[in-house]
Nanobody
Framework: VQLQASGGGLVQAGDSLRLSCAAS????????LGWFRQAPGKERDFVAG????????YYAESVKGRFTASRDNAKNTMYLQMNNLEPEDSAVYYC??????????????????WGQGTLVTVSS
């Protein structure tokens, strides 16, 4: 299993950025996918979770309304569109595959696979 995240970079506050994560996993279309982020000196925090079926995508409160997670099952790729970025969004962003589709399990402990991370830096 491989998850390859890309798209990070240095942007200014208010800018947008789109992260991608190409996944080589079986049954991609039915897998529950997600994004986490980790700022320096802080824990890795949940950002978004997407069940495989057409169910609601779940977001952390801090990004709700600004970030949009999506997936292209034909390309085995997930995305995180980040708009109106703030300096507090600066972190290494990780894509992930969750063990369960229920959003009660969208925590680090229930991630089966991690991507390698991509750095997002937002300047003020």
């Amino acid at each position: 299993v491989q998850l390859q995240a890309s798209g990070g970079g240095l942007v200014q506050a208010g800018d947008s950025l789109r992260l991608s994560c190409a996944a080589s996993i079986r049954h991609f279309s039915s897998s529950t996918l997600g994004w986490f982020r980790q700022a320096p000196g802080k824990e890795r925090d949940f950002v978004a979770g997407m069940p495989g079926r057409r169910e609601n995508i779940y977001y952390a409160e801090s990004v709700k309304g600004r970030f949009t997670a999506s997936r292209d099952n034909a390309k085995n790729t997930m995305y995180l569109q980040m708009n109106n970025l703030e300096p507090e969004d600066s972190a290494v962003y990780y894509c992930a595959v969750f063990r369960y589709s229920n959003n009660n399990y969208y925590t680090r402990q229930y991630v089966d696979y991690w991507g390698q991370g991509t750095l997002v830096t937002v300047s003020s």
